[in-house]
């Protein structure tokens, strides 16, 4: 097992990827390494917003590895490790936001955000930093319609350490996989039967534009294929935008 084989805790940092993509930089990181904090003070989410932060209610974890940057998809492979965790442990209805939201009830539960990063020895890097509402009790009021936690659809509070490691081993068994030369390919099957954005009506927003279309088809690239009013079909990429559905948030 080489994720989480060396773990970096902290009680406080401001934003795990941060200090990973950090020990990448300076060389200390090794692939597989992993940070972990009680509590983020600027904890970052997709497309410059930010991670809200209840200090050890929630994890926040971010795991380094060498791969190309070529791999866009591993993103959308390791919300498939963070669902297949959650759903183990509380055994909830969980399912995928495109790319790689967990979703319940209409409300995000987990959410992860991947950096690519050049490590000092000259190497590829992506850093996935993964923050899950675990015990939260409450969301910032901008939040309440949109995240949820574990804890706040089950009354049952979990163990962060534990789902931390399960967490590890979930991503270990996929990292050794890809490792081993298996593409997008092998897990596209896995990964749409979890994803509630397939066939579904959505708006999606790229550089402030908003374009209403149907989504179709996820690629092996694990772009967004989705068909436009007059018939056109289009890639899009996880990098540069996101999905609203036509009734809210993500319906
Ligand atoms: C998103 O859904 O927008 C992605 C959220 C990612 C949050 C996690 S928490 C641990 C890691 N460190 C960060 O600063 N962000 C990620």
Same mark, same amino acid.
């Given at each position: 097992?080489?994720?989480?084989?060396?773990?970096?805790?902290?009680?406080?940092?401001?934003?795990? &990827?941060?200090? #990973?993509?950090?020990?990448? *930089?300076?060389?200390? =990181?090794? !692939?597989?390494?992993?940070?972990?904090?009680? @509590?983020?003070?600027?904890?970052?989410?997709?497309?410059?917003?930010?991670?809200?932060?209840?200090?050890?209610?929630?994890?926040?974890?971010?795991?380094?590895?060498?791969?190309?940057?070529?791999?866009?998809?591993?993103?959308?492979?390791?919300?498939?490790?963070?669902?297949?965790?959650?759903?183990?442990?509380?055994?909830?209805?969980?399912?995928?936001?495109?790319?790689?939201?967990?979703?319940?009830?209409?409300?995000?539960?987990?959410?992860?955000?991947?950096?690519?990063?050049?490590?000092?020895?000259?190497?590829?890097?992506?850093?996935?930093?993964?923050?899950?509402?675990? &015990?939260?009790? #409450?969301?910032?009021?901008? *939040?309440?319609?949109? =995240?949820? !936690?574990?804890?706040?659809?089950?009354?049952? @509070?979990?163990?962060?350490?534990?789902?931390?490691?399960?967490?590890?081993?979930?991503?270990?068994?996929?990292?050794?996989?890809?490792?081993?030369?298996?593409?997008?390919?092998?897990?596209?099957?896995?990964?749409?039967?979890?994803?509630?954005?397939?066939?579904?009506?959505?708006?999606?927003?790229?550089?402030?534009?908003?374009?209403?279309?149907?989504?179709?088809?996820?690629?092996?690239?694990?772009?967004?294929?989705?068909?436009?009013?007059?018939?056109?079909?289009?890639?899009?990429?996880?990098?540069?935008?996101?999905?609203?559905?036509?009734?809210?948030?993500?319906?």
């Amino acid at each position: 097992m080489l994720i989480g084989k060396n773990v970096s805790y902290f009680t406080e940092l401001n934003s795990t &990827n941060d200090y #990973a993509k950090k020990m990448i *930089l300076n060389g200390s =990181a090794q !692939s597989g390494d992993v940070v972990i904090a009680n @509590s983020q003070t600027a904890g970052k989410g997709r497309l410059g917003r930010s991670w809200a932060d209840e200090p050890g209610a929630g994890l926040y974890t971010s795991v380094m590895i060498k791969l190309s940057p070529k791999n866009t998809w591993v993103t959308l492979v390791f919300g498939l490790a963070a669902l297949n965790t959650i759903k183990k442990a509380t055994g909830l209805p969980l399912m995928l936001k495109w790319p790689n939201d967990i979703i319940l009830n209409n409300k995000k539960v987990c959410g992860i955000l991947a950096e690519g990063c050049k490590h000092l020895d000259g190497s590829d890097y992506f850093v996935i930093g993964v923050g899950i509402n675990v &015990n939260n009790k #409450a969301f910032p009021e901008e *939040l309440e319609d949109k =995240a949820t !936690s574990t804890f706040l659809e089950t009354g049952e @509070s979990y163990s962060v350490t534990k789902l931390a490691k399960h967490l590890y081993h979930e991503m270990d068994y996929y990292y050794e996989k890809i490792q081993n030369g298996e593409g997008f390919a092998s897990f596209i099957e896995q990964y749409k039967s979890n994803c509630l954005t397939l066939n579904k009506d959505v708006t999606v927003i790229q550089n402030k534009e908003s374009v209403s279309c149907r989504v179709v088809d996820i690629s092996e690239a694990g772009e967004l294929i989705v068909k436009l009013d007059n018939g056109e079909k289009m890639a899009i990429s996880s990098g540069e935008a996101s999905v609203r559905g036509v009734l809210g948030y993500l319906q």
